[in-house]
């Protein structure tokens, strides 16, 4: 899967559509996502530029699009499915020093390629399909190596890779026609490295008409079978149910040389995707972060895995969620005299470092102390600490170390074996990341919600409560629902059932494990409270 034109034009949701489809018809799937940039992984990128950082169960940090795999191919996937141009040049280098190479000359062209293609049959062994996604766009730079590899690959084994194209047909306002010919040059760009795309999604704002197939197909060389409307979607989950219309699976199947094993198996798919259309009671779910900006633009790809968790359970629950962005920034004098009332529940997601962190303790307390559904999403959990510490403890300078090293109070602290690590500068080796267990203690909300002892959920942090004030927490009336194994990590907290409608915190990220047709309990729980105080 390439991107021709521009990008943002949905190339990770066509990649997962793709996929299940295909699944649809019988066949394992696997995903992976090429990210071009030099990064070895996400974990250093700005999540405002580049959106969330989507954490396997191994704990490698991915970008978002492996995300939308997960949910749509309802699957686990892992760090084989994910690489990045570091990555690859890494892998190259460490065998060269290894003298893997054997006293040959490395070279960009082919050694790199080979790496990829590597990396690419690692991941694909044991299943019938790999969709492949090559991030960026045709005629970049970046990614030349990427086509170089799928190239390469498809001169090898020609009967077993089809390529896609997921192009932009703009319609200009002024002209009121869908035009082509940007998608023409894509075509030509991508033929210049030795790759003709066997299908293109025509990503526009209306579907493809007869004229404008019978033109793409005569200028760009592909059959008119093989071109694929994708007319913008009241939701993504719209998106493979679209390409059926088109029969995609079918000239996919046939282009491999595969035969399907059953017709079209999308029914519950089917049947989600209309709920998404018919709700309409509404619950105001406002959730509060700071990695929206980018100059005049509000994005939520940053909290995208949240956005969708929220959208699960909502539609499970037969209702609509109406999401609100609240920039904590804006709240760091506290919340306003007009209150939250708008809102159903609030929701303080992950994040790091010192922006907002007031503003969300501010609306914290609010949620608390008016009934408010909340969930918290571990700097959300963690402020969730703080803000009892402060205010029901009167441990008036609570804190975590991550902003105020030096705090009298130390609530989320950083444990020794820890402190070692970073004191070595080894900051990646402090971090909590991917799968751990979690013990439920019976009679909470939480063991209620999971209907289940022991959970397993990813993480994607630092810091924790600090064991020496679990005490006077608990006699505070925070009750520790859900702890690691060995009883010294905190990873649930809530208020229990009789006090606050709904106040629960997560160490982890729950969010990671939601799917559209399997939502996340803990998100089903706040939804339903958000629920019952609308009153719908
Ligand atoms: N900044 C916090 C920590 O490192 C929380 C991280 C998060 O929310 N993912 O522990």
Redesign the pocket.
């Known amino acids: 899967m390439v991107g021709g034109v521009m990008s943002g034009v949905g190339k990770g949701v066509a990649t997962s559509s793709i996929g299940t489809i295909l699944k649809a018809r019988g066949f394992s799937v696997t995903a992976l996502k090429i990210d071009p940039y030099i990064n070895v992984d996400a974990g250093t990128m700005n999540p405002t530029e580049h959106g969330e950082v989507f954490v396997t169960t191994d704990g490698d940090e991915t970008d978002q699009d492996m995300g939308n795999y997960e949910r749509f191919l309802d699957t686990t996937l892992t760090s084989v499915n994910y690489m990045t141009t570091g990555r690859v040049y890494r892998s190259v280098i460490d065998k060269e020093r290894n003298l893997g190479y054997k006293g040959k000359c490395v070279q960009v062209v082919p050694h790199i390629p080979l790496e990829v293609i590597r990396r690419i049959k690692r991941a694909a062994k044991g299943v019938d399909i790999a969709v492949i996604e090559v991030g960026g766009t045709v005629g970049e730079y970046e990614n030349i190596l990427f086509i170089e590899a799928i190239r390469m690959l498809k001169l090898r084994q020609p009967k077993d890779v089809a390529v896609v194209m997921v192009s932009y047909l703009p319609v200009p306002s002024k002209i009121g026609e869908m035009k082509t010919k940007p998608t023409q040059h894509a075509v030509r760009t991508l033929n210049a490295s030795g790759v003709h795309p066997d299908f293109i999604i025509a990503r526009s704002d209306r579907p493809l008409d007869k004229k404008r197939k019978e033109k793409l197909s005569q200028f760009c060389n592909v059959p008119e079978e093989r071109l694929v409307s994708a007319p913008d979607v009241h939701s993504i989950y719209d998106v493979p149910i679209n390409f059926e219309k088109d029969h995609m699976s079918d000239h996919v199947l046939s282009c491999l040389g595969l035969t399907p094993r059953t017709k079209p198996q999308l029914g519950p798919w089917k049947a989600f995707a209309r709920k998404v259309h018919s709700v309409e009671r509404e619950v105001n779910i406002a959730v509060v972060g700071k990695y929206f900006d980018t100059g005049d633009f509000v994005l939520s790809d940053a909290y995208i895995s949240v956005l969708e968790a929220i959208k699960f359970s909502a539609y499970k629950l037969g209702v609509k969620p109406r999401i609100h962005w609240l920039n904590s920034k804006e709240y760091e004098q506290g919340v306003p005299r007009s209150g939250l009332g708008n809102y159903d529940g609030v929701l303080v997601?992950?994040?790091?470092?010192e922006t907002g962190i007031e503003g969300k303790i501010h609306v914290i307390k609010y949620a608390r102390t008016h009934d408010l559904p909340f969930l918290g999403?571990?700097?959300?959990?963690?402020l969730m600490v703080i803000e009892h510490a402060r205010h029901v403890l009167k441990l008036r300078d609570a804190h975590?170390v991550?902003i105020r090293p030096d705090t009298l109070h130390p609530v989320?602290d950083i444990l020794p074996e820890q402190k070692r690590l970073m004191a070595e500068g080894n900051y990646g080796g402090t971090?909590?990341l991917g799968a751990y267990p979690a013990h439920l203690k019976k009679g909470t909300i939480a063991r209620a919600l999971y209907g289940s002892d022991v959970v397993e959920e990813r993480?994607?942090?630092?810091?924790?409560v600090n064991p020496e004030y679990i005490e006077r927490l608990t006699e505070a009336g925070l009750v520790f629902s859900g702890t690691s194994p060995d009883g010294v990590l905190m990873e649930i907290a809530e208020l229990p059932k009789g006090v606050h409608p709904f106040f629960v915190g997560s160490?982890f990220?729950p969010e990671f494990l939601a799917r559209p047709l399997d939502p996340h309990p803990l998100f089903t729980g706040f939804v339903r409270a958000a629920k019952r105080h609308a009153g719908v």
Not at 349 to 353: D, E, I, N, Q, V
Not at 377 to 382: A, H, P, R, T, V
């Open positions: 997601p992950g994040g790091f470092g999403l571990c700097y959300g959990m963690q975590t991550e989320i971090m909590r993480h994607r942090h630092r810091y924790e160490q990220h």
